[in-house]
Nanobody, 130 residues
Framework: QVQVVESGGGLVQAGGSLRLSCAASGGTFSNYAMGWFRQAPGKEREFVAAISYTPSSIYYADYADSVKGRFTISRDNAKKTVYLQMNSLKPEDTAVYYC????????????????????WGQGTQVTVSS
């Protein structure tokens, strides 16, 4: 069983950048597909990005249309950490960002649905001012 803890949130002006980190402990990190989700006040939690389980050095990264071209997800299995590099931030990116993990031994793309992830962090606040 894996535990995940997010960090790196904060206040940034529109157009700025932040890098979120999600550190995992327990379990074999490379056996987990990892996702980032976010939830803004009064809105449902939504998919942001995901990166697949990595039986080799080949992995798949996927993004919500709203962040494609601005956000980059990556993972470092040796450090048991997944990152979300966020560039060109917009006020509408303001939300609590959550890291999630799904145990899998099946290759292919990580899921986009929050329901498929079993392990969640507490979240980190990202606020983008206009």
């Amino acid at each position: 069983q894996v535990q995940v803890v997010e960090s790196g949130g904060g206040l940034v002006q529109a157009g700025g950048s932040l890098r979120l980190s999600c550190a995992a402990s327990g379990g074999t990190f490379s056996n987990y597909a990892m996702g980032w989700f976010r939830q803004a006040p009064g809105k449902e939690r939504e998919f942001v990005a995901a990166i697949s389980y990595t039986p080799s050095s080949i992995y798949y990264a996927d993004y919500a249309d709203s962040v494609k071209g601005r956000f980059t997800i990556s993972r470092d299995n040796a450090k048991k950490t997944v990152y979300l590099q966020m560039n060109s931030l917009k006020p509408e990116d303001t939300a609590v960002y959550y890291c999630a993990a799904k145990f899998t031994l099946v290759g292919g793309r990580a899921p986009f649905s929050a329901n498929e992830y079993s392990y969640w962090g507490q979240g980190t606040q990202v606020t983008v001012s206009s």
